[in-house]
């Protein structure tokens, strides 16, 4: 059935919440749990993160200490604070290593060298100066050219004779350790940058800039060129980070929040606030997935849940996934029989199958499963399913194939989609709406901020328009139903697909809001969903919390529970097996009844004349639940018809008027 479109990735667990006097710094040890806070009262505290409890306190100073930086290699940390002074401490020992007037005004920022013993330190006075700490920490080097505070500083992890500034003039400059003055200059925020960071993973020359003017800049540094704009936060941003080994740049704002966007699609993925007021800082781990974040009035810490596999399964069972840059297939079909028992791990006969030329964020197979798409870091590839033969291939943020195999759509940023046929591109469209995300199937889903429009593949027209912050679009195979997942619910909606073709075809329909009557609420699940599948009427899901079940009509009936989180592949008919896969990709697999399914669509439809020809092929173990359904749905002479269980037939019989039935339960069974 409908396609499965990947649920928003983030898994966050809070592992820290603390109030305290305003946090301006904080920092993360390399290899303990611990998190490093400067405070505006003059105090550093070293967190225990897995206590959850202060393990140190240093009373370094009474004025704000605006920056602060572990050096693990030396068991020490760095602070800079407003009487103007850098201090080194010994964090063991407790004891003060170092302390010297290093600027004419505050000091704002610190960055140390990864493997030279060099501290570059910038503020207020404009200037940047470098320390040498072999040298019993001698000044030497001064970097001019700033014109205002120096906000950030920040060594490129992956060429660190060099470093970037951020500063309230508006620009951020990239400079060399053995020049003074800049190799360029970075424009195009309107008010001053307050933060910066370098990517660090994989190989694009990415710079990322917060500012006041509530954007963050996405930067090429050899091309010198924003090459994305963030959009979303409501005030100044403070800090930004991009995630050592995921996918993921935060981004922290004085609005409260912090953002998470995907450092490939740049889509939002998740926003968290706390109610700690303005975010000042943000700290994440090369070696776990923590990640810190220091406000107004205290400390909050994250761990960020695995992200899910890379993974697609065809309508045949045939299983296709991607590790590292390893795409490797199997065909469950082979392995899944009458004995499969329901959650047990499948052991599959895997085979190594070729490689991705790039690193994957989504993976998924055409409708008739003899194509298979990957896209990540900017690009998509088409290869054929069969032989892993590379066929077509393209930039693109998102990739997205419609119900006829030969129809796919690219998204490019925030502002432009391509829809293509035969690997031909035949349409460019240009909302004139920031575009957050696309959905494919029967329709083209576009998402808005706030809004979800539909588009018809053929004519590229808009023809339904849904206010609903969507996260996720699951359409069913015929493009007449739909399930929109929003952050706390999930609605299932009907698409009049003659209402659409009619206003398609009328020549008085160039509205972009599409029409009126496209669409109707069926029902609503009152859950966020993690994945969504459908089978007939029957829309199949998991929570994040471990649900698998699925809704008819928006009667909900619960298959299992799982004992982690898993992601919905598909549905093997031959087996009557749902396949469900966890982010290890263990593969289990859960009976579940077309027969059933078949009923209750039918009841949901109101052909109750169908419903009564499905029940002859219920099996009897699950003859009793199909009668509960029945009578939630008022039919109680089928439910009567359906049920094998004494007294619910007894109850029933007396409900419509069957005495003489129910008199001869009670002659049958004298004792009850």
């Not at 009126?516 to 919390?545: P, R």
């Not at 593969?587 to 209750?600: G, H």
């Amino acid at each position: 059935g409908g396609m499965l479109h990947k649920p928003p990735k983030l898994d966050i667990e809070r592992i820290l919440i603390s109030r305290s006097d305003r946090v301006k710094a904080v920092d993360l040890h390399p290899t303990q749990q611990w998190a490093l806070c400067a405070l505006y009262s003059g105090h550093v505290h070293i967190w225990d993160l897995n206590k959850q409890s202060i393990l140190k306190t240093f009373e370094v100073t009474d004025l704000p200490i605006r920056t602060a930086a572990f050096i693990a290699r030396k068991l020490w940390f760095v602070c800079g604070s407003d009487d103007m002074q850098i201090r080194v401490f010994n964090y063991n020992t407790m004891e003060r290593v170092k302390s010297w007037d290093a600027h004419n005004d505050y000091i704002r920022t610190i960055a140390v060298h990864p493997s030279r013993p060099l501290i570059l330190s910038g503020g207020d006075d404009m200037l940047i100066h470098m320390w040498d700490w072999e040298k019993n920490f001698e000044q030497v080097q001064t970097f001019e050219g700033h014109t205002h505070y120096v906000m950030q500083l920040a060594f490129n992890p992956r060429d660190p004779h060099t470093f970037a500034s951020a500063s309230l003039d508006r620009t951020v400059k990239v400079w060399g350790l053995n020049a003074t003055t800049a190799h360029f200059t970075l424009e195009g925020h309107e008010k001053g940058v307050n933060c910066l960071d370098y990517l660090a993973n994989g190989d694009r020359p990415l710079l990322a800039s917060g500012s006041d003017d509530e954007t963050v800049k996405i930067w090429d540094f050899q091309s010198r060129s924003c090459v994305h704009t963030l959009e979303g936060h409501d005030n100044n941003v403070s800090s930004v980070k991009f995630h050592p080994n995921r996918p993921l740049i935060l981004t922290g704002s004085e609005d409260g929040s912090v953002a998470l966007w995907h450092s490939s699609t740049f889509n939002k993925e998740s926003v968290v606030n706390y109610g700690l007021e303005r975010v000042w800082c943000i700290a994440v781990s090369k070696s776990s997935s923590t990640a810190v974040f220091g406000y107004d009035e205290g400390t909050a810490a994250i761990r960020l849940g695995r992200d899910e596999p890379v993974v697609s399964m065809d309508n045949s069972g045939k299983v296709v996934w991607c590790k590292n840059s390893e795409v490797q297939t199997a065909n469950l079909k082979t392995v899944v029989n009458a004995e499969t028992v329901d959650g047990e791990k499948l052991l599959m006969p895997a085979k190594a199958f070729g490689t991705s030329e790039i690193s994957p964020v989504t993976l998924e197979h055409s409708s008739n499963g003899r194509l298979v798409a990957v896209c990540g870091d900017g690009e998509f590839i088409i290869y054929t399913a069969l032989a892993w033969r590379n066929k077509s291939f393209g930039s693109a943020t998102q990739f997205v194939w419609g119900s006829d195999n030969n129809d796919y759509a690219t998204r490019e940023g925030s502002s432009t989609i391509k829809l293509w046929r035969n690997f031909e591109q035949r349409k460019v469209i240009k909302p004139d709406f920031t575009v957050d995300s696309v959905y494919g199937g029967p329709w083209l889903a576009v998402r808005a901020d706030d809004a979800l429009f539909l588009y018809d593949w053929e004519t590229s027209r808009v023809v339904s328009r849904i206010d609903v912050t969507a996260r996720n679009v699951v359409f069913d195979e015929s493009g007449s139903l739909v399930a929109v997942v929003s952050e706390s619910s999930t609605y299932v909606l009907r698409i009049d697909r003659e209402v659409c073709q009619q206003f398609l075809s009328s020549s008085a329909s160039a509205s972009d809001e599409g029409c009126e009557d496209a669409v109707e609420l069926l029902y609503e699940i009152n859950e966020k969903l993690a994945t969504a599948h459908w089978m007939g009427d029957a829309l199949v899901f998991t929570t994040n919390e471990g649900r698998l079940a699925y809704s008819v009509g928006g009667s909900t009936q619960n298959v299992t529970h799982l004992d982690r989180p898993h992601y919905l592949l598909g549905y093997i008919a031959a087996a009557n097996r749902l396949v469900l896969a966890d982010r290890e990709l263990n593969i289990c697999t859960y009976v579940l009844q077309q027969e059933i399914i078949d009923l209750k669509s039918a009841v949901v439809r109101g052909d109750e004349e169908e419903a009564r020809t499905r029940l002859q092929s219920i099996p009897e173990s699950e003859r009793n639940a199909v009668a509960r359904f029945l009578e939630s749905k008022g039919l109680k002479s089928l439910a009567l018809e359906a049920t094998n269980d004494p007294e619910l037939k007894f109850e029933l019989a007396v409900q419509l008027g069957r005495l003489d039935l129910a008199k001869s339960m009670v002659d049958a069974n004298p004792t009850e």
